[in-house]
C-alpha cells in the first residue's frame, strides 16, 4: 500500500499576505545605507512590541546578510530571520524614496524593503509567505504604487486578497 499524498493545510491554501500586513509597521525610511534601514525596521518592529530581544533580532539580519543580500532585484529586499523565541510570523514595511546601496542581485539600490520574521517552528508558512510576497511585488505597477502612496492603510491595501 502506497502512503496517501497528505494535502495542504486549509490555513496554506488561504495564506494572505494582507493577514501578516500592519498599518503601525509601515515607515518611511530617512536613512541612507543598508544597516541603518535594518536597524530602523527593528526598532519600528520592537516599539510595536513584536520582539522579544531585539539585538538578536537585528543580529540575525546581520548574520542573513553576509550570507548573501537580502536585494532580490526591482529595488526590493526582502530581509528575513526566524528565531525560536517567536509565536507568530510578521512583516514590517520600510519605503526610501531615492533608493539604498543594498548589494541587491542587479545591483539596483532598494526602495522598498519587506523585513519578515517570525518563529523557527513554522517552515511551511513562512517559506508560503516569502513565496507570495515575491510574487506580488514583481508587479510593476504594484511597487511604483506603494512608492506614490502616502498613507500606510492605502499601502496595504495594495496587498489585499493576495
Known sequence: MFPSKQKPSRN??????SKYLNPNLVI??????????????VDLLDAQGK???????????????QIVSTGIGMGVAVPHAKLPSYKTVFIAIGIH???IAWEAL?????RLVFMIGGPDDKQTEYLQLLSRLTLA??????????LQ???????IALFRGI
Not at 511585488?137 to 506603494?146: F, G, L, N, V, Y
Open 149 to 155: 502612496l502616502t498613507d500606510p492603510e492605502d499601502i
Open 28 to 41: 518611511l525610511l530617512e536613512v541612507d545605507d543598508r544597516n541603518s534601514a535594518l536597524q530602523t525596521l
Open 137 to 146: 511585488i514583481k508587479d510593476e505597477e504594484r511597487r511604483k504604487k506603494i
Open 51 to 65: 520582539l522579544k530581544d531585539k539585538e538578536a533580532f537585528y543580529q540575525a539580519f546581520l548574520e542573513r546578510e
Open 106 to 110: 542587479d545591483g539596483v539600490p532598494v
Open 97 to 99: 524614496p531615492k533608493g
Open 12 to 17: 496554506a491554501l488561504n495564506l494572505l499576505i
